[in-house]
């Protein structure tokens, strides 16, 4: 659970820097407080890439963002979602988030079918442990932690 507390200048504070979540899936429990801030990806009805907008909150309702291991898994198919959270000046706010991850000593790679499909590898294999030790040590810098396995081409 993550609390934030009522703060009378939010945009002073930082209740959790950007970052995307390292696992395969987090679901979110919505509140009416709201907070939640993501970064778009590409431009659409919503904004233009690169900006950041809050999500509407809806009391209930759940948030699913998709991790960086699935984005692995997926050769970048499915890519996972930058986000941060902020504080209100209204009231205080909890936030429930339900981690989904493979286990510590799996290894995760690209999909040999979506290899296949694809034609190459954009993920270089690594256990999911090393890959959690990386980004914790990294901490709150976007989605800087997916270098760590992202195969880059050699300059020619």
């Given at each position: 659970m993550n609390y934030?507390?009522?703060?009378?200048?939010?945009?002073?504070?930082?209740?959790?820097?950007?970052?995307?979540?390292?696992g395969i899936l987090t679901v979110?429990?919505?509140?009416?407080?709201?907070?939640?801030?993501?970064?778009?990806?590409?431009?659409?009805?919503?904004?233009?890439?690169?900006?950041?907008?809050?999500?509407?909150s809806i009391p209930g309702a759940l948030v699913i963002n998709i991790g960086d291991a699935l984005q692995i898994?997926?050769?970048g198919k499915y890519k996972s979602v930058e986000h941060g959270a902020r504080t209100t000046n209204t009231q205080s706010r909890v936030s429930v988030p339900c981690f989904f991850t493979?286990?510590?000593?799996?290894?995760?790679?690209?999909?040999?079918?979506?290899?296949?499909?694809?034609?190459?590898?954009?993920?270089?294999?690594?256990?999911?442990?090393?890959?959690?030790n990386h980004a914790f040590a990294q901490g709150c810098k976007g989605k800087k932690s997916l270098d760590y396995v992202k195969i880059t081409s050699p300059t020619p």
């Open positions: 934030y507390p009522t703060c009378p200048d939010p945009e002073l504070t930082v209740g959790i820097g950007k970052h995307s979540d390292i979110l429990v919505q509140d009416d407080v709201g907070g939640l801030l993501i970064k778009l990806q590409e431009d659409g009805e919503f904004g233009k890439k690169g900006e950041w907008i809050q999500v509407p898994l997926s050769n493979p286990g510590l000593m799996v290894k995760i790679a690209p999909l040999p079918k979506v290899i296949n499909k694809d034609g190459k590898a954009k993920y270089k294999e690594c256990l999911f442990q090393d890959y959690r």
